[in-house]
Structure formats: C-alpha cells, structure tokens
C-alpha cells in the first residue's frame, strides 16, 4: 500500500508547494504570526496522525500545574460547537472533542478550552494564566509560540518522509528546523546508544535543537463501567481480548497486549472515529458469542470518552470494558534535562514580566 501510494506523488508536489509558499509567507513576516506575552508551549508533529502528542502533553501538565496556573488550549477536533470554549468535566465529546475532555476528567483544577482560532484562545485565558499549552498546534503559524515541542513516532521513522497524500506529512520534513525540541516517542523503554545515533542521524537536528527519546508507560486497565482497576499482568494467554480502537497508529498498544495474550481480536476503526450503536453492537455480539472462559474488551482512554453516550454505554453496561491509561516517560539521563528546559522557560518569562509589571 505504501508503494501504491507513490503514484499519488504528483499530487503531493502541488499540496507541499502550497505549504511551503505558506510557510515561506510566515518566514517572511507577509503573513502575520502572533506572539504573546505569556509563555506559550506547543506540541506537535509533522505527520497525519497521532505521535503520542496526548501524553506529552499531559506529562508537562503534571510538571507545571502545581507551579503556575496552566491552562492547555486545543482545537477540539470533532466536536459540533464553534469558537471559544471552557472544557467541564461534566461537557460531552461532542461539545469539546475527546481529547480536551480526558484532559479535563484527569486534571480538573487546570483550565482547559478549545478554539479553532488559537490566536482568539490565548487572547482570552492570557490574562488569567502563567502559562499555555497548545496541543497539536505546529502548523497553526498564526501563533509564535515561545518554545515548540515536535514529536517523531519512533515506529515510523523508516516510513517515507512525503507529503500527503503519496505520503503522511502535513508538511515538508525541513519544516522541523522551526522546533525547539525534537522527541523521539512511544521508544522501546531500553534504548541503546548505538539507535539513539543512527535516529540522530535520521531526524538529522539543526544547530541549537535538543534531541530526547521517551516511551509509553501503561498504566491498570480501569473498568468503563465499575470504576475498577487490574494489572495488565492479570491478563494470560488463555485471555481472549476485544481491542476496541479509533485511533490514528493502534499498532504499538496491539503490540503491547500481545505480549500478553495471542487471541486479540481487534475492532480498528479511524482516528476520531464517533463509535456507532451498530459498531458497538457488532462487538457486543461478538464478546457475547465468544467461547473462552476468560474474556474482555479493552479500549484505549481517548476512545472511552466516545463511549460514554446513554445509548453505547447501555450496550456495553453488562460487559467487562477497560480502558488502557497511558502516560509518557522521559529516557534517563535526560529526564532532568528535558524538565529544566521546560520549567526554565517558563519561570524566566515570568520573572520577566513581574518585573515590567512593576
């Protein structure tokens, strides 16, 4: 398929000229990109799909949110509302998307919006807040933001670096030289010397660029519906698993459960994918039919948000569903390092403002 893909290349050409004349017009100071006095964060990547921007996100959430006040801003991809929006924990994926609201069921005494308009969202939580994360944000260049994060999936860095659609790209690969960070995600937790070079050479930094690798830590699986926990390890291989998933790149957590059991039988639907009563009845028949004595659904976080609807929960209220929590975890010895950077910018942006402000 990814050969297929290649007679789309002409394609590719005319939408990567666009992005980079785009590009080239931010460069140039002829479109404008807003910059703020308050310290900005973005997290991104250059390709379609997910690159663990989620958990970073949320990594940097828990290492700021008892030092300043956070608010983390995302577009709230879709949801059904418009413009400026405040996430309560109570809100629906369809007002806020999935991914703002399980921010916002994890963290509830951090502030986090939506708004299409990235520039509109800072303008009104600036005032209020020491610092703001924008969450998959790199190419939105309306906004300057003051320290850019940009994520490579380490599973896919031997895929084409090409545009869309002969390729996944959003971007040309050059367009990396405007991050401050490069991270290497979702790693094997041990990661020799000898493949952090040869990735090194790969994503080849540009001058003043810091380089980390970090990895997915999972967590207890977490009923849907009883508000109970189990170890992974609970799983065996007499375990049948029903993996439920709308997610760009499912392929690492499928990985991850086979470690444990060789019977997953995987629903895959695409990232973002509103979960339908058919699609869940589907699975719900199927779980029901199964023969093994031992027997589960396991879904991932940013998916149970989609599930909570009176309708799919009523299909799924008998049935022993777990999401699978995630966190991201910083390769030592960098971890310190990688913490300072963060912590640093935004104590120096403001101290720095405290003392205009006197």
Known sequence: MQYLRLLLLPFSLIYGSIIWLRNAMYDAGIFRSEKFSVPVICIGNLVVGGAGKSPMAEYIIRLLKDKARVAVLSRGYGRKTKGFRLVKPDDSVANT?????????????????????????????KDKH????????????????????????YSRLNDFFLIFPAGDFREPFSGRKRADILMISKCPENLSDTERAEIKKRVKPFP????????????NLISLNLKDERPLSSISNDTTVFLLTGIAYPQPLRRKLEGFSDAIIHHDYPDHHNF?????????????????????????????????????????????VYYLPISAKIHQPDEARFNALIENYVAEYIQHNSIHQK
């Open 130 to 153: 020491d610092v703001i994360i924008l969450d998959d944000a790199f190419q939105h260049r309306a906004v300057k933001a003051g320290l850019n994060i940009l994520l490579f999936d």
């Open 208 to 219: 003043g660029q810091s380089l980390f690798f970090s990895y997915l830590d999972y967590g």
């Open 276 to 320: 339908s009563t058919r699609n869940i009845t589907k699975l719900a028949d199927e779980f029901k039919s199964c023969t093994s004595v031992k027997r589960l659904i396991i879904t991932t976080e940013k998916d149970s948000q989609r599930l909570q609807s009176g309708s799919l929960m009523e299909l799924l209220k008998d049935l022993p």
């Open 97 to 125: 998307g999935d991914e703002p609201l399980q921010f916002k069921k994890k963290f509830k005494d951090v502030t986090i919006a939506v708004a299409e308009k990235r520039v509109e969202g800072i303008n009104q939580l």
